[in-house]
């Protein structure tokens, strides 16, 4: 009874890793022909990622982060930019991010002006820099400059950047280091080529809705530069990020504006938050230390013999009485309906893990391993089982 009883878990472990082999086979055979791994756990994540973020967290509650303001930069006019550069020196902001990209000199006045103001803010400030829109040394020889790059992954919403894109550091993260030198550096020992944006803020409104103030503090540059009596309080040792959010407060720009996880009412259709504030998000994550962590994939391996070497015995046990958890004649349908409890459960708990723990968990393996979990027990009963008895009783009787 004792050696049965092991044979079982040898069996089970087996039936295991030909679940691997298999899965194995259909991701080179599928990725030589069509270039896609259709087990990505990036794939996997997307939808449940944004349900979190966009449906079951609530955005009422997060706090106004007091640390950030956003101008809407308008036009983009460098006349107005270096005259608000220069009056929020004066009113001891901490730091300056202009998200507006500098590549080209555009007129003698508006650039010298802006030149200049530049001058004056260069050891508060970091200019924005795309990939295909390098800086013109014109502007600054020695202002700190970094990447804007996030990444669709899915070419439809942002949802991760990289901290560090072809050893140029991001932008959020120079600014993350001016305000808190500390909290910077932990995010460089992540390590992480990617992290997952934690979005907790929406797009502000010159307009907000009672039901949903905004979390940032939010002015228009005309506005801005000419309400002079303004408290210096909103800006003093504030980080201020500049960028475009549209031209005019009536009308919704489309320019620079991303679809996020956040979009819950409109889908995937209609961008809902503009690239600064997609920043302004960022630097909070990293201010507030609130990452999106992913649990290792050999830790999930390894969670994953487990489950489904259990899964190997509950079909073996109803195999040999041929019923199902309905009774005999639904033996079938029994194992769909617990395949069915296991997926809602796995999606249930990765949410739940999401939401308040900031931690996501690979599905993809475990929702594809449940899939197909029966027609391999079946193969593997039909076809290998019994051979490897043979191997087991030849083995056993050579070291009895």
């Known amino acids: 009874m004792r050696f049965k009883i092991h044979r079982n878990i040898i069996h089970a472990f087996l039936y295991v890793i030909s679940m691997y082999v298999f899965i194995s086979c259909i991701r080179i055979v599928n990725f030589k022909m069509f270039h896609f791994d259709p087990f990505d756990d990036q794939i996997s994540t997307y939808d449940i990622y ?89 502007f600054c020889h020695e202002c700190i400059t970094g990447s804007v790059n996030v990444m669709t992954q899915d070419g439809i919403s942002v949802k991760v950047y990289m901290p560090r894109d072809n050893n140029k550091i991001h932008f959020t993260s120079h600014l993350a280091d001016m305000v808190n030198h500390k909290k910077a550096v932990n995010l460089s020992y992540r390590n992480n080529d990617i992290e997952w944006i934690n ?84 630097l909070s994550m990293v201010l507030d230390q ?32 041929r019923e199902s958890l309905f009774g005999k004649g639904y033996h079938f349908l029994g194992i769909r309906v617990l395949h069915i409890g296991i997926l809602l459960l796995l999606v249930l708990f990765s949410g739940i893990l999401m939401n308040y723990a900031n931690l996501k968990i690979p599905i993809i393996l475990l929702s594809t391993f449940t899939v197909i979990s029966y027609e391999i027990f079946e193969i593997y009963e039909t076809f290998i089982k019994n051979r490897i008895n043979r191997s087991l009783d030849w083995l056993g009787h050579r070291l009895s």
Request: net charge neutral; hydrophobic share 40%.
């Open 50 to 138: 944004d349900k979190v973020m966009g449906v079951f967290r609530d955005h009422k509650s997060v706090d106004f982060d007091d640390r950030i303001v956003i101008v809407n930069s308008a036009d983009n006019d460098r006349k107005k930019i270096a005259k608000l550069l220069l009056k929020l020196n004066a009113l001891n902001c901490h730091a300056i991010g202009l998200d507006v990209i500098l590549d080209e000199k555009k007129e003698i006045e508006g650039d010298s002006l802006l030149r200049n103001a530049l001058l004056v803010v260069q050891k508060k400030i970091v200019l924005a820099e795309e990939e295909r829109g390098k800086i013109d040394p014109y």
């Open 199 to 282: 979005f907790r803020r929406k797009q502000p409104s010159y307009s907000p809705d009672q039901d949903l103030p905004n979390k940032y503090w939010y002015f228009d540059i005309d506005d801005f530069l000419e309400n002079y009596d303004s408290p210096s309080s909103v800006v003093k040792n504030k980080v201020i990020l500049i960028g475009h959010c549209g031209l005019n407060p009536k009308f919704t720009s489309m320019s620079d504006r991303w679809i996020t996880p956040l979009n819950g009412v409109s889908g995937k259709s209609f961008p809902d938050m503009h690239g600064v504030v997609v920043l302004a998000n960022i």
């Open 290 to 321: 609130d990452f999106i962590d992913e649990v290792p994939k050999w830790y999930m391996t390894i969670i994953t013999f487990y489950i489904f070497m259990w899964l190997y015995h509950i079909y073996l046990k109803r195999q040999r009485k």
